[in-house]
C-alpha cells in the first residue's frame, strides 16, 4: 500500500461541510483515510479578490495508482458541484494529491510532489500536522523544515 498525502480546500458554500464530505467522499471510493489536520481558513493564493478558504490535508494509504487516484478526486470533486472557473479562482472543493510515497511524477496533468506546495503556508500548515517528518523527495526538507523556512520569507 502506498501512502500519499492529499491537499483538501473550499471557499464556496459552506467551506467546513464540504471539506468534511470530501474526506467521506475519498472513504467511500475505498481510500483509506489514516490522519487528518485541523481546518484552516487561510487567505486565497494567486487570486486574492475571493473568498477566503477552508484548507486541510490528510494522509491516506491506497493500492491506486497515482493516475487512478487522480481519476477519483476529479471524480469526488465533479460528485460535488465543482465547476471549471479560471486557475486559481473560487471553487466549492478542491482536491489535490501533494505527496505520493517518494514518487516523482510529471506527466500531463499530473506532477507529484505538487510543484507548488513548499511555497503556500494553507498547504504546509496542515500538512505538519499529520506529517512533519515527511520528507520533500526533491527538496530534501521535511515538512517542517519548509515550514519553517516560510516564515523566514
Not at 472513504?27 to 489514516?34: G, H, Y
Amino acid at each position: 500500500m502506498a501512502k500519499a498525502y492529499i491537499g483538501i480546500g473550499s471557499n464556496l458554500g459552506n467551506r467546513h461541510a464540504n471539506c468534511t464530505e470530501a474526506v467521506e467522499l475519498l472513504r467511500k471510493n475505498t481510500i483509506d483515510v489514516t490522519r487528518q489536520s485541523a481546518m484552516h481558513e487561510t487567505k486565497p493564493w494567486g487570486v486574492v479578490k475571493q473568498p477566503a478558504f477552508i484548507n486541510m490535508a490528510v494522509e491516506i494509504e491506497t493500492d491506486l495508482t497515482p493516475l487512478r487516484l487522480l481519476s477519483i478526486l476529479k471524480k469526488i470533486e465533479t460528485a460535488m458541484g465543482r465547476e471549471d472557473t479560471f486557475r486559481w479562482g473560487p471553487r466549492i472543493i478542491d482536491l489535490d494529491i501533494l505527496l505520493y510515497d517518494d514518487l516523482l511524477v510529471n506527466e500531463p496533468g499530473l506532477v507529484i510532489p505538487h510543484p507548488f506546495m513548499h511555497e503556500r503556508d494553507f498547504v504546509l500548515k496542515p500538512l505538519s500536522e499529520i506529517a512533519p517528518e515527511k520528507v520533500h523527495p526533491l527538496l530534501k526538507k521535511t515538512i517542517l523544515q519548509l515550514m519553517e523556512n516560510r516564515g523566514k520569507n
